[in-house]
């Protein structure tokens, strides 16, 4: 498996409340949903079990049975509104039933209808969506760190976001109306940690700028880039005959291509499961940000038209 967690930009942006247990248990839901097919239906629930989320987030197989524990509890709960193409707002859960085995390790859930349109309706374009490797965010120890990632993770074609307002932005983080009230507990307790782990442990550097409305803070923007080892592991593997064509590739390419070797026959080794084209192109253009894939798929790329391009 990949492990590439993909949501469309509408539920990245929601205001939403999850403690960090239980956004890991909804990422590996959503990895393992799309990459395995199963619970892609409102009808058929998806397994969880406690090795997988040890395994995925370095922890002990007993913190991962608490984690499953945590979540039939109040996961089920847990709720989120939704900004639609028109305006208005649309509120929903996350899961429509739990169901923990206990002494088994393991939990059934079933995704909700809203949840499950936002996973798995992707056309391919990267305006509509967001993608990262769930590794990128597995040591992160503050759920505002993921949220924080998964907000950046928008706008890393251009590395810079919006500024952000901070009303909303509290909401997107899941901060409460009540807690951190005052800007320097807001900073200290959670702007900071979040920017301070997103450093430390993932695959980016990233800086914020507050912006000002008279003499109170209104909101936040941020810059970030990939780190140097990065951009190095990158450089040093590529190959001679495609690096001009592998650094000129651009985004805009990069989705349409990913969409055409999706369709090509040659292809389906690639393919896992019962994911549809469209599922099947998200990954293909994952892999086309690598360079060693990008070698790999280049007889393919080529053959839809790619060196013409």
């Not at 409460?176 to 005052?182: A, D, F, I, K």
């Amino acid at each position: 498996m990949t492990d590439l967690v993909v949501k469309s930009n509408r539920l990245v942006q929601a205001l939403q409340t999850l403690t960090l247990s239980e956004t890991r248990l909804l990422q590996l839901a959503i990895v393992d949903a799309r990459e395995t097919g199963q619970g892609l239906s409102t009808d058929e629930p998806l397994e969880l079990d406690a090795l997988r989320y040890a395994k995925a987030f370095n922890v002990s197989p007993d913190a991962a049975y608490l984690a499953l524990i945590e979540a039939e509890d109040s996961l089920f709960k847990r709720q989120f509104t939704i900004t639609n193409e028109d305006g208005t707002l649309t509120k929903s859960r996350w899961i429509q039933d739990a169901n923990y085995r206990k002494g088994e390790g393991r939990i059934l859930v079933t995704l909700t209808r809203v949840v499950i349109e936002h996973v798995t309706k992707i056309d391919g374009f990267e305006q509509y969506f967001t993608s990262y490797h769930l590794k990128k965010t597995a040591d992160f120890k503050s759920v505002y760190a993921v949220r924080l990632y998964e907000l950046l993770m928008q706008w890393k074609s251009v590395g810079k976001t919006p500024v952000y307002e901070l009303n909303k932005f509290r909401s997107q983080l899941g901060i409460g109306v009540n807690e951190y009230t005052r800007m320097e507990a807001f900073k200290r307790r959670v702007l900071d940690i979040a920017v301070d782990q997103i450093n430390e442990f993932s695959d980016i550097t990233v800086k914020y700028e507050q912006h000002k409305k008279g003499r109170s803070i209104s909101g936040f923007s941020f810059s970030f880039k990939p780190k140097k080892a990065t951009i190095r592991s990158i450089e040093t593997n590529r190959d001679l005959n495609t690096t001009d064509l592998f650094s000129r590739m651009t985004d805009k390419q990069r989705y349409l291509f990913a969409t055409k070797l999706s369709e090509l026959p040659e292809m389906g080794k690639y393919s896992q499961g019962t994911e549809s084209y469209p599922q099947f192109a998200i990954r293909i253009a994952e892999m086309l940000q690598d360079s060693e894939k990008f070698k790999e798929l280049f007889p393919y790329l080529q053959k839809v038209g790619f060196a013409s391009a």
